[in-house]
C-alpha cells in the first residue's frame, strides 16, 4: 500500500495513465511513495485534445474573470502550504524547513503577481499620420510545460500562472521522478473554477514528453530541466516551428572581492550551494575568492558549514536533506571521486552519509573542494548537488574572463562593498540573471531566465507575457485603397 497515487488529470478528471506501472520513492529512506500508471501516447493525445477544447473557451473567458480564478486558486494552495509542503519533501526529500517557507510559497506568489497582472495584457496603438495600426495580444494557444524534479510545485505554477493569464490551456508533465504535486496545482484551479481542460496533466518520463513536444496540436513548449534535454527538445519543436521557453541547467560563478563583506559572501556561497542539497540550477558552484581573502573565507566556511543537520526531511531541524534519487547520488559521488583525482583539496565533506542517517536514504556531506583549477571536471560540468569548488583571481579582469569561461550562463553573483564595481562586473558577466551581494534569490517580479546553453526566454515579471501571447498586428485604412491599376 503505497502513500500516494500517479494520476492524469485530464479534462477536469483525475484518471490513471493507459501505459506501465511506475513507482516513485522516498529518497529519505528509498521507500515507495506513490504508484500508479504511465500516460500513453494515446493519453497525451487525450491530453492535448482536451486543452484545445478548453483554449477555445478560456482565451474568450474576460480577463477579470481569469484573474479571479487565478487569485482563487492561489487562496486554495496557500491554504494547503504545510500538507503540500509534506509532500514535497517527500517526494523530493529536500529539508520540511525549506519547503514549508518557499515551495508554495513561490507558486502562490507567482499566481498572484499573473492574476494581478492578467488585465493589462495590452497591444498598443500606432498611429500612421491618417491611418492606423494596432496590435492585440493574443494566447500562444497550448502549451505544453515540462517540469525538472528539484521544485515541482514552483515549477508547475511558474509555468501555468503566465500562460492561463494570457489566456493560454497547458499540458503539464511533472518529472517521472517527483509526479505529485502537479495534480494539487490541476485540483486547485478546478476548485478556483477553471473551466475543463483548460489545465491537464500527464505522467511519465522521457517518451511521454517527447509525446507532448510532438504532438501537432501543441503550440508551444517550456521546459525546465537540463542542457542536454534543452538541445533534444528545442530542435523537435523547431520542427514544428513551435516558440519555446528553455530553463536549462548551469555552471554559475560567484566572485568574491577583497573588500567584500566576508560573512555575507559566506552566507552567499552556501545558500549557493548547500540549500536544497544544491540541487539548484542557479548555484553559484564556482567560487572566485580573491587571493588575499582566500584563507579568511575559507576559514569562514568550514567553520559554519561543517554543523549544518544533515538527515531525515521531514524533521523540523534538518537543514539539508537527501538527494532526490540513487540516479543523482551516484552522479554526485561520481564527481567527488573525480575532483579527488584530479587533485583539488577536500576542506570539508566529501563523502556519502549513513551514520545516524535514516536507512536506505541518499545523504552526501556538503563538501568543499578548495585549490581548484579552470579545466577541472568538477569545475566545468554541472553537478547538481552541495559540491563547492574554491578558486582563487587576482585582479577583477581576470575573474570576469574566468566567470564567463563556461557554456552555461544562467547566473552570476559578485560580493564587494565596490557598488560601481558590482555593476560594472554584472554588466560583463554572460549570464540572465545576476545578484549583487547576495545570492539566489528570485522575487516573482523580476525576470529569470539564463543565455548560452542555460536557455532561452524568462520566466516571471512581465517578461513572461512575451513569450506567452503573440502579436497580432492590424492595419486600419480609413481612406480610400488607392490602387496603380
Ligand atoms: N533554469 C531553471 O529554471 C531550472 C530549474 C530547475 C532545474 N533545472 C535543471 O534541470 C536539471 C535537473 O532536472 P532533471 O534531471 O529533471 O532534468 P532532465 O533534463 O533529465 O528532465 C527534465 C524533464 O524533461 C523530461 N524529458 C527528458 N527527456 C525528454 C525528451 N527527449 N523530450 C521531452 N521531455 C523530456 C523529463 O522527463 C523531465 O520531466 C538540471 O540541469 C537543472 O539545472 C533548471
Ligand atoms: C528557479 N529556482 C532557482 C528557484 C530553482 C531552480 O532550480
Same mark, same amino acid.
Request: with cysteine; net charge negative; aromatic share 2%.
Given at each position: 500500500m503505497t502513500l500516494y497515487q500517479i494520476r492524469n488529470f485530464i479534462d477536469g478528471k483525475l484518471q490513471p495513465g493507459n501505459g506501465v506501472a511506475m513507482t516513485t520513492l522516498n529518497p529519505a529512506n528509498n521507500a515507495v511513495l506513490a504508484s500508479g500508471f504511465e500516460s500513453t501516447a494515446g493519453d497525451v493525445d487525450a491530453a492535448v485534445k482536451a486543452a484545445r477544447k478548453g483554449l477555445a473557451i478560456w482565451r474568450a473567458t474576460p480577463s477579470a474573470q481569469r484573474a479571479r480564478v487565478l487569485f482563487k486558486a492561489a487562496q486554495i494552495l496557500r491554504d494547503r502550504n504545510d500538507e503540500l509542503a509534506l509532500v514535497e519533501t517527500r517526494d523530493t526529500g529536500r529539508a520540511i524547513q525549506e519547503t514549508e517557507i518557499v515551495d508554495v510559497v513561490s507558486g502562490v506568489e507567482c499566481l498572484e503577481y499573473f492574476a494581478g497582472v492578467a488585465g493589462s495584457i495590452t497591444g498598443e496603438h500606432i498611429d500612421l499620420a491618417g491611418n492606423f495600426a494596432y496590435t492585440r495580444r493574443e494566447p500562444v494557444g497550448v502549451c505544453a510545460a515540462i517540469g525538472a524534479w528539484n521544485y515541482p510545485i514552483q515549477i508547475a505554477c511558474w509555468k501555468a500562472a503566465p500562460a492561463l493569464a494570457c489566456g493560454n490551456a497547458v499540458v503539464y508533465k511533472p518529472s517521472e521522478v517527483t509526479p505529485l504535486s502537479a495534480i494539487a496545482v490541476a485540483q486547485a484551479l478546478q476548485e478556483a473554477g477553471l473551466p475543463d481542460g483548460v489545465y491537464n496533466v500527464v505522467q511519465g518520463a522521457r517518451e511521454c514528453g517527447a509525446a507532448l513536444v510532438e504532438?501537432?496540436?501543441?503550440d508551444k513548449v517550456s521546459l525546465t530541466g537540463s542542457a542536454q534535454t534543452g538541445a533534444k527538445v528545442a530542435s523537435v519543436a523547431a520542427g514544428g516551428m513551435k516558440a519555446v521557453t528553455m530553463e536549462l541547467g548551469g555552471k554559475s560563478p560567484m566572485i568574491v572581492f577583497e573588500d567584500a563583506d566576508l560573512d555575507n559572501a559566506v552566507s552567499g556561497a552556501q545558500m549557493a550551494n548547500f540549500y536544497s542539497s544544491g540541487q539548484?540550477?542557479?548555484?553559484?558552484?564556482?567560487v572566485f575568492v580573491h587571493e588575499s581573502v582566500k584563507e579568511a573565507f575559507l576559514e569562514k566556511l568550514v567553520a559554519r558549514s561543517k554543523n549544518l543537520v544533515l538527515g $531525515?526531511? !521531514?524533521?523540523?531541524?534538518?537543514?539539508v536533506g537527501p538527494i532526490v534519487s540513487k540516479a543523482q547520488f551516484d552522479k554526485i559521488m561520481s564527481y567527488i571521486e573525480i575532483g579527488k583525482k584530479e587533485g583539488a583539496k577536500v576542506v570539508l565533506g566529501g563523502d556519502a552519509v549513513t551514520e545516524?542517517?535514516?536507512?536506505?536514504g541518499y545523504y552526501v556531506a556538503p563538501t568543499v573542494f578548495a585549490?581548484?583549477?579552470?579545466?577541472?571536471t568538477i569545475v566545468r560540468e554541472e553537478i547538481f548537488g552541495p559540491v563547492m569548488s574554491v578558486l582563487t583571481f587576482k585582479t577583477e579582469e581576470e575573474a570576469i574572463r574566468r566567470a564567463n $569561461?563556461? !557554456?552555461?550562463?544562467?547566473a552570476a553573483g559578485v560580493f564587494t562593498r565596490d557598488l560601481s564595481r558590482g555593476h560594472r562586473v554584472v554588466a560583463q558577466l554572460e549570464a540572465g540573471t545576476c545578484w549583487i551581494n547576495t545570492y539566489n534569490i528570485t522575487p516573482i517580479e523580476m525576470p529569470f531566465g539564463g543565455v548560452k546553453k542555460s536557455g532561452v526566454g524568462r520566466e516571471n515579471s512581465r517578461a513572461a507575457i512575451d513569450h506567452y501571447t503573440r502579436v497580432k498586428s492590424v492595419y486600419v485604412e480609413t481612406g480610400d485603397v488607392e490602387a496603380p491599376y
Open positions: 504532438h501537432p496540436g501543441v539548484i540550477c542557479s548555484n553559484g558552484t564556482r $531525515d526531511p !521531514e524533521k523540523p531541524e534538518t537543514q545516524n542517517m535514516p536507512r536506505g585549490d581548484c583549477t579552470d579545466d577541472m $569561461d563556461t !557554456e552555461y550562463g544562467l
